[in-house]
């Protein structure tokens, strides 16, 4: 018997982790370890081509853990397993987020050794959101990261989400538009996200429109008939024919035949498009928009734009939607704080900074970001604070999480701030300065000695 689908809802947010955190769980109720702690949401190095990543999702994250509940059936399910003693599945019942949340703006870039968010409150309740955090904030940043270089490739022209039917499953199909709106993405062809998030909903025809018709200027003409400024495919069977049978259709029909734009699938779009802006200027519709898809990424747009090719408007679907060339980012969620005492790991390439910290931009005098500093929390500069309180004492903070035009907004006067080679697409080359305070890197030291002498 096939099992019926399950979808995750608020109910199974406590579920929604490794095994092993709900194990420490329960080893830190049976010991009585009850102080606070600190953690760290960050990455350690930039994959790929990056320059920078977009920091994303993390504020919906952090306001999400703060309805983590264990209902009844969550506690009954637990017991299956075997190994939850009963007074902890009880005390698990009456389980709330007690603890505080600092976290970057939605769309800010961001780079290795600088926290996305950092969380505070008892250890067993900041231990228990490592999967759930890390899992939320990895999908948006991945997928904002790669958005935002469609977007600076496409250089002022509209980039459309194709992406949904090759995405990993349709919760990242759903949150990726969210992580695309932050990026400055015009639309999307996925109608509950892009209903959802405030997204335009947009999108053409299928060649199989076009296929079961016998005549393609028919096709055409019905599909122009029911959508008036509609876009048309052109390339099922041979681009410039099809762009002569839409002239012929103008000229046939005048303003009883309406349509916005043409679709490019295939081909050589470069050549293809200077090709039929020609045909369709010298027909008199120089209105007529030309759209171009099929396996694009940041890459193949930045060759049309560089060629002049008279493209308005971008579909990208699977490099966009998989992050083809860096779906993956060294994201970690680590302790630097436990009873008021600095806490660290000094494995091989794994080491991390000690203490609750704050992250400071510079800029230089013309307003370009010069450089950021990781400091502890404590510490001052004359500078803009990154992380800023979004949960308090367990509740969400009124103005934590702004709407998504805001992101979008202010991921746009962000990225329009960095120096313009962090902008590039192309690999190597520049990389931001992101300097570790004296106070970090002493405390690191004493914690370090404290460790060497236990």
């Known amino acids: 018997m096939t099992e019926p689908r399950r979808w995750v809802t608020a109910a199974d947010l406590g579920l929604l982790t490794d095994r092993y955190e709900l194990s420490m769980l329960q ?41 983590l509940r264990y209902p009844k059936a969550a506690i009954d399910e637990l017991s299956r397993l075997g190994d939850f003693q009963d007074a902890f599945l009880r005390w698990l019942e009456d389980f709330r987020f007690t603890g505080d949340i600092l976290a970057m703006p939605e769309g800010t ?81 996925h109608v509950l996200a892009g209903l959802h998030f405030g997204l335009p909903v947009s999108g053409t025809m299928a060649h199989s429109y076009i296929q079961v018709h016998d005549d393609e200027s028919a096709a055409f003409k019905a599909y122009a008939d029911l959508y008036p400024g509609t876009t048309l495919l ?16 103008h000229r046939g029909f005048g303003k009883a035949f309406e349509i916005g734009a043409i679709r490019l699938d295939s081909g050589d779009l470069a050549a293809l498009s200077l090709e039929a802006r020609k045909r369709l200027d010298a027909a008199g519709l120089h209105d007529v928009r030309i759209f171009a898809s099929g396996g694009l990424d940041e890459h ?13 408007a971008f579909g990208v679907g699977t490099a966009l939607g998989t992050s083809a060339d860096a779906p993956s980012l060294d994201l970690v969620y680590k302790l630097t704080t436990y009873d008021g005492i600095p806490r660290l790991k000094n494995s091989p390439g794994k080491q991390i900074y000690p203490g609750a910290k704050q992250v400071f931009r510079f800029r230089s005098p013309t307003g370009v970001y010069e450089f950021d500093e990781v400091t502890l929390r404590d510490e001052r500069r004359d ?28 991921a746009k006067t962000q990225i329009d701030s960095l120096p313009p080679p962090l902008r590039a697409i192309d690999p190597g080359g520049a990389q931001y300065d992101v300097r570790i305070s004296r106070a970090v890197h002493d405390l690191r030291a004493s914690a370090t000695s404290r460790l060497q002498h236990c």
């Open 27 to 67: 080893a830190y109720w049976a010991s009585g370890m009850r102080a606070n702690a600190t953690f760290s949401l960050y990455f350690r190095k930039m994959p790929g081509a990056r320059r920078f990543m977009l920091a994303c999702g993390q504020r919906y994250a952090a306001q999400l853990i703060t309805q």
């Open 109 to 189: 870039p961001v780079f290795p050794q600088e926290p996305l968010l950092e969380v505070t409150g008892p250890i067993a309740e900041v231990q228990l959101l490592e999967t759930i955090l890390m899992n939320l904030v990895h999908l948006e940043t991945v997928l904002a990261s790669k958005a935002v270089r469609m977007v600076i490739a496409a250089a002022g022209r509209p980039v459309v989400d194709f992406g949904m039917r090759r995405m990993h499953g349709i919760d990242a199909a759903v949150h990726g538009v969210r992580a695309y709106r932050t990026a400055g993405i015009a639309g999307t062809s």
């Open 234 to 249: 052109v390339d099922t069977y041979d681009s410039l024919a099809a762009v002569d049978r839409i002239v012929a259709l």
């Open 300 to 312: 193949k747009i930045a060759s049309l734009v560089a060629a002049k090719a008279p493209i308005d």
């Open 383 to 410: 500078a803009e604070p990154l992380l800023v309180p979004i949960v308090s004492g367990g509740t969400p903070l009124p103005s934590a999480t702004p709407d998504a035009a805001t992101a979008a907004s202010y």
